[in-house]
């Protein structure tokens, strides 16, 4: 590439519903560099790249793009000067193959027919050139995210991009992928391609990026090359306000006097075998593993949605065993999902119905009768208890808070039933760095209460955080158990095979 | 401003908010009666409003239990052949016994109808789209078959369809606005409508907080059979006779009164007040077409129209407002 790619923003605004987004940004990218950007959920970066990808319009501003004032930049012109955007979920077309989908839009073809051998020579030359090993005939459907990922990227160098904008690529990767996506982030950037890559994963910026630009209510608040800053000073750049490391939880001053939940040499298909797991009353568990280890497995047995193949489980002070979740619920254990949009959350459906739904029979008269005000009550218990950001209407729906606030009122849902014993998978995933804090303190003074808590997770920072010990897991089993000092991110990894 | 005014006010303002759905439809049918009055002097008589309300309180009747299974994400499609079915049953038990048991076996024919469907879809997992269209079919036939496709008459049984106890008003509009509260109540006030709500906004959510749904499912679609069993034996009663052909296509009436209201075919959204005033809808343009001697076969083109109409301008709106 002869002359360097340049991406020079000034001035960018931009309001939605008279509500000011982004107040001023300044962003510049340069080809054979990595920008980190930046922020907490709803702090303006999906915004600010949707403007540099000409899918909205900003509102004031200008955009410069190697020497060149535009006014307006639309998709076509974006594309035009070689900005690609990766989104998070993948536009790809997963029953074609790979080959077909790394040349799609652009198949070669003589008067209508494709020539399938040109198609397959090309998409491999430009995998090849990559440095992935792809088969070229398999479907994308039976791809994984990272194999995906790569497809898209591909696709963009393709069509000559010379600005890549990745958001958050590496949600859904494990730990392996996680390092091949930013070996071959680091090798397009050493072919002169800006890069701008979006997170709110703080451990990423150092080991991926170049420079770093953070983004607070719609401001730029840090911007610079990533070696001067130490993660402290980002996080507190990000959050406004300044937040110790990693900190373990107080020792627990009492130890748990009651059983709540113990699987016994239980197993469930190839799943997860042999497990011994026990929870008491007033402490959190850590259940920690990768994704495919078996732990989202367990905590469904555990809530009652997966029916265990051999071994036993009791669960609550009358060990009861369990069929589906409404015999959990009466034996009061609670079950926060991993997905909130898909298993949790009635998107559509007011704060107040989405707190309350579990605990609905227990409010309403004669376990039959029960009304709006009846849940806006409940429903005023908790706003503040949790801590929840929103205009404390019980009308409003759930669907317009933001993934914490949303997140804080289905904790709250068992908190309102009066769960002994909560089951939490990934309780922070897709939650902003303030809200995390309220969460795991809320867990905190939970478990100071005589809650039992078992947190499954992916996210070894959140076990060191939150629980008091950790059980750790493998392919199925339990690789090792972690108490007190030991709970540590190096020995999670570890025991982990990482 | 006295106290009193401004409590008005405030009242008026919170009825204002909560009607921001319905707005758009009062409107609709405020302008088509103004229309109507203005074309036919006939319209605006009490009387034609009591023959508005009598022609829905047939669809009417069924629509309320339909409205609750579509926010639940379900719809019932054999709600027409339901109804024949019970007035079959009522029609020829009636020849050889008494009305009473007559009328007992036939709304249990009725319910078992509802039964089949939530069995198969709630037990089996059909689709409900597939099987209350298979028994859309079956019911029909069989109906057709029990009447050996006559019409039958039933006598001295007129007193539901027809009698007028109160204010002159003919007791299927007093049974239409009963079943109105009743389902109203039920998906306002009680644990079984929220839970209906939650299932169709989200079913794997619904089952996590210990929401049954099949069981729940299930009785949804025993009560819109119930409601087309009400109804069968309504339309016997005003018309004297049984017949297979009763309620042909009146599964596109009732679906098109749900959605005007403003339910949602995908669940998770609905209402009463919504679906009366959908009724009204279409009861007032039926009505008003008649009226004003145009060919009854345009009311069809007219309702299609309106159901398509209808979604159209729910899709519009949501988009807009994303």
Same mark, same amino acid.
């Given at each position: 590439?002869?002359?360097?790619?340049?991406?020079?923003?000034?001035?960018?605004?931009?309001?939605?519903?008279?509500?000011?987004?982004?107040?001023?940004?300044?962003?510049?990218?340069?080809?054979?560099?990595?920008?980190?950007?930046?922020?907490?959920?709803?702090?303006?970066?999906?915004?600010?790249?949707?403007?540099?990808?000409?899918?909205?319009?900003?509102?004031? #501003?200008?955009?410069?793009?190697?020497?060149?004032?535009?006014?307006?930049?639309?998709?076509?012109?974006?594309?035009?000067?070689?900005?690609?955007?990766?989104?998070?979920?993948?536009?790809?077309?997963?029953?074609?193959?790979?080959?077909?989908?790394?040349?799609?839009?652009?198949?070669?073809?003589?008067?209508?027919?494709?020539?399938?051998?040109?198609?397959?020579?090309?998409?491999?030359?430009?995998?090849?050139?990559?440095?992935?090993?792809?088969?070229?005939?398999?479907?994308?459907?039976?791809?994984?995210?990272?194999?995906?990922?790569?497809?898209?990227?591909?696709?963009?160098?393709?069509?000559?991009?010379?600005?890549?904008?990745?958001?958050?690529?590496?949600?859904?990767?494990?730990?392996?992928?996680?390092?091949?996506?930013?070996?071959?982030?680091?090798?397009?950037?050493?072919?002169?391609?800006?890069?701008?890559?979006?997170?709110?994963?703080?451990?990423?910026?150092?080991?991926?990026?170049?420079?770093?630009?953070?983004?607070?209510? #719609?401001?730029?608040?840090?911007?610079?090359?990533?070696?001067?800053?130490?993660?402290?000073?980002?996080?507190?750049?990000?959050?406004?306000?300044?937040?110790?490391?990693?900190?373990?939880?107080?020792?627990?001053?009492?130890?748990?006097?009651?059983?709540?939940?113990?699987?016994?040499?239980?197993?469930?298909?190839?799943?997860?075998?042999?497990?011994?797991?026990?929870?008491?009353?007033?402490?959190?568990?850590?259940?920690?593993?990768?994704?495919?280890?078996?732990?989202?497995?367990?905590?469904?047995?555990?809530?009652?949605?997966?029916?265990?193949?051999?071994? =036993?489980? #009791?669960?609550?002070?009358?060990?009861?065993?369990?069929?589906?979740?409404? *015999?959990?619920?009466?034996?009061?254990?609670?079950?926060?999902?991993?997905?909130?949009?898909?298993?949790?959350?009635?998107? /559509?459906?007011?704060?107040?119905?989405?707190? =309350?739904?579990?605990?609905?029979?227990?409010?309403?008269?004669?376990?039959?009768? /029960?009304?709006?005000?009846?849940?806006?009550?409940?429903?005023?218990?908790?706003?503040?208890?949790? #801590?929840?950001?929103?205009?404390?209407?019980?009308?409003?729906?759930?669907?317009?808070?933001?993934?914490?606030?949303?997140?804080?009122?289905?904790?709250?849902?068992?908190?309102?039933?009066?769960?002994?014993?909560?089951?939490?998978?990934?309780?922070?995933?897709?939650?902003?760095?303030?809200?995390?804090?309220?969460?795991?303190?809320?867990?905190?003074?939970?478990?100071?209460?005589?809650?039992?808590?078992?947190?499954?997770?992916?996210?070894?920072?959140?076990?060191? *955080?939150?629980?008091?010990?950790?059980?750790?897991?493998?392919?199925?089993?339990?690789?090792?158990?972690?108490?007190?000092? *030991?709970?540590?991110?190096?020995?999670?990894?570890?025991?982990?095979?990482? | 401003?006295? $106290?009193?005014?401004?409590?008005?006010?405030?009242?008026?303002?919170?009825?204002?908010?909560?009607?921001?759905?319905?707005?758009?439809?009062?409107?609709?049918?405020?302008?088509?009666?103004?229309?109507?009055?203005?074309?036919?002097?006939?319209?605006?008589?009490?009387?034609?409003?009591?023959?508005?309300?009598?022609? $829905?309180?047939?669809?009417? $009747?069924?629509?309320?239990?339909?409205?609750?299974?579509?926010?639940?994400?379900?719809?019932?499609?054999?709600?027409?052949?339901?109804?024949?079915?019970?007035?079959?049953?009522?029609?020829?038990?009636?020849?050889?016994?008494?009305?009473?048991?007559?009328?007992? &076996?036939?709304?249990?024919?009725?319910?078992? &109808?509802?039964?089949?469907?939530?069995?198969?879809?709630?037990?089996?997992?059909?689709?409900?789209?597939?099987?209350?269209?298979?028994?859309?079919?079956?019911?029909?036939?069989?109906?057709?078959? &029990?009447?050996?496709?006559?019409?039958?008459?039933?006598?001295?049984?007129?007193?539901?369809?027809?009698?007028?106890?109160?204010?002159?008003?003919?007791?299927?509009?007093?049974?239409?606005?009963? &079943?109105?509260?009743?389902?109203?109540?039920?998906?306002?006030?009680?644990?079984?409508?929220?839970?209906?709500?939650?299932?169709?906004?989200?079913?794997?959510?619904?089952?996590?907080?210990?929401?049954?749904?099949?069981?729940?499912?299930?009785?949804?679609?025993?009560?819109?059979?119930?409601?087309?069993?009400?109804?069968?034996?309504?339309?016997?009663?005003?018309?004297?006779?049984?017949?297979?052909?009763?309620?042909?296509?009146?599964?596109?009436?009732?679906?098109?009164?749900?959605?005007?209201?403003?339910?949602?075919?995908?669940?998770?959204?609905?209402?009463?007040?919504?679906?009366?005033?959908?009724?009204?809808?279409?009861?007032?343009?039926?009505?008003?077409?008649?009226?004003?001697?145009?060919?009854?076969?345009?009311?069809?083109?007219?309702?299609?129209?309106?159901?398509?109409?209808?979604?159209?301008?729910?899709?519009?709106?949501?988009?807009?407002?994303?």
């Amino acid at each position: 590439m002869t002359d360097l790619f340049r991406l020079r923003a000034r001035g960018i605004r931009k309001s939605f519903g008279g509500v000011e987004v982004l107040r001023g940004v300044d962003l510049d990218a340069t080809g054979g560099t990595v920008l980190a950007l930046l922020g907490e959920n709803g702090a303006g970066k999906s915004t600010l790249v949707k403007i540099l990808a000409g899918d909205y319009e900003a509102e004031a #501003g200008s955009i410069e793009i190697a020497g060149e004032r535009l006014h307006s930049l639309d998709p076509v012109a974006a594309r035009r000067k070689g900005i690609r955007m990766i989104f998070q979920e993948l536009a790809a077309a997963p029953e074609l193959t790979v080959a077909e989908n790394v040349m799609l839009g652009q198949w070669p073809s003589r008067r209508g027919v494709i020539s399938w051998r040109t198609l397959r020579a090309s998409a491999g030359r430009i995998l090849d050139d990559l440095g992935v090993a792809l088969p070229l005939d398999a479907r994308v459907s039976s791809l994984r995210i990272a194999e995906r990922q790569v497809i898209e990227i591909a696709r963009a160098l393709l069509s000559d991009a010379r600005c890549l904008i990745l958001d958050e690529p590496t949600a859904a990767l494990s730990h392996q992928e996680v390092e091949r996506l930013f070996a071959f982030i680091h090798r397009l950037r050493d072919r002169g391609v800006a890069i701008v890559y979006i997170t709110h994963r703080l451990e990423e910026v150092a080991r991926v990026a170049d420079t770093v630009h953070v983004l607070r209510d #719609g401001a730029s608040v840090l911007e610079g090359p990533v070696a001067d800053y130490v993660r402290a000073e980002l996080v507190r750049a990000m959050v406004g306000k300044a937040v110790g490391d990693v900190q373990r939880p107080a020792p627990l001053d009492r130890c748990p006097s009651t059983e709540l939940m113990s699987f016994e040499a239980a197993a469930c298909g190839s799943a997860f075998m042999d497990l011994d797991l026990k929870v008491g009353d007033g402490e959190v568990v850590g259940l920690y593993g990768k994704i495919g280890s078996g732990t989202a497995e367990v905590a469904e047995a555990a809530f009652g949605v997966r029916k265990l193949t051999s071994g =036993c489980l #009791g669960v609550g002070i009358d060990r009861v065993r369990l069929g589906n979740p409404v *015999q959990a619920i009466r034996a009061s254990v609670g079950f926060l999902p991993a997905d909130r949009q898909r298993d949790g959350a009635f998107m /559509i459906r007011s704060v107040a119905e989405n707190l =309350c739904a579990p605990s609905w029979s227990r409010l309403a008269r004669a376990r039959t009768l /029960i009304s709006a005000r009846i849940e806006a009550v409940a429903y005023g218990r908790w706003h503040d208890v949790l #801590g929840v950001r929103s205009r404390n209407d019980p009308k409003q729906s759930i669907g317009t808070l933001s993934g914490g606030n949303q997140q804080k009122v289905l904790l709250g849902r068992w908190l309102e039933s009066g769960s002994r014993l909560l089951i939490l998978v990934e309780p922070t995933r897709g939650v902003d760095v303030g809200a995390r804090a309220e969460i795991y303190k809320s867990i905190r003074q939970l478990a100071a209460e005589g809650v039992g808590v078992l947190v499954v997770t992916s996210d070894h920072e959140e076990v060191v *955080q939150v629980a008091d010990r950790a059980v750790v897991m493998t392919r199925g089993s339990i690789s090792a158990h972690l108490v007190g000092d *030991q709970v540590t991110v190096q020995r999670l990894s570890m025991a982990a095979g990482e | 401003m006295s $106290i009193l005014e401004s409590g008005r006010e405030g009242y008026a303002r919170r009825i204002l908010q909560r009607l921001p759905d319905s707005a758009a439809l009062i409107v609709f049918l405020v302008a088509e009666s103004i229309f109507f009055s203005i074309k036919s002097p006939y319209f605006l008589a009490w009387d034609n409003w009591l023959n508005i309300l009598t022609a $829905i309180a047939v669809i009417g $009747i069924v629509a309320a239990p339909g409205t609750l299974l579509m926010t639940a994400g379900q719809f019932d499609l054999s709600v027409g052949s339901t109804t024949a079915f019970t007035s079959v049953v009522m029609a020829n038990l009636a020849l050889s016994h008494s009305l009473g048991l007559s009328a007992v &076996v036939a709304v249990s024919a009725g319910l078992g &109808v509802g039964i089949i469907n939530g069995f198969l879809v709630t037990v089996v997992g059909v689709n409900a789209l597939i099987t209350t269209l298979g028994t859309l079919a079956a019911f029909r036939g069989l109906s057709n078959v &029990v009447a050996k496709g006559q019409t039958v008459g039933v006598e001295g049984f007129s007193g539901l369809g027809t009698d007028r106890p109160f204010a002159n008003i003919p007791v299927p509009v007093l049974v239409l606005v009963g &079943v109105l509260i009743l389902v109203w109540a039920l998906m306002r006030y009680t644990v079984y409508g929220r839970a209906m709500y939650a299932i169709g906004s989200n079913p794997a959510a619904a089952r996590l907080v210990g929401v049954r749904l099949r069981r729940f499912i299930f009785v949804g679609f025993v009560l819109s059979a119930g409601a087309c069993a009400l109804s069968g034996l309504t339309l016997t009663s005003q018309l004297g006779v049984g017949s297979g052909l009763f309620g042909v296509g009146m599964e596109l009436s009732v679906i098109t009164a749900i959605v005007l209201g403003g339910a949602s075919l995908s669940g998770g959204r609905g209402s009463i007040v919504g679906t009366a005033v959908g009724l009204m809808i279409i009861g007032t343009l039926n009505n008003g077409l008649t009226l004003t001697g145009v060919d009854p076969f345009w009311q069809d083109v007219s309702r299609g129209a309106l159901l398509i109409g209808a979604v159209s301008f729910d899709r519009l709106r949501s988009r807009l407002g994303a």
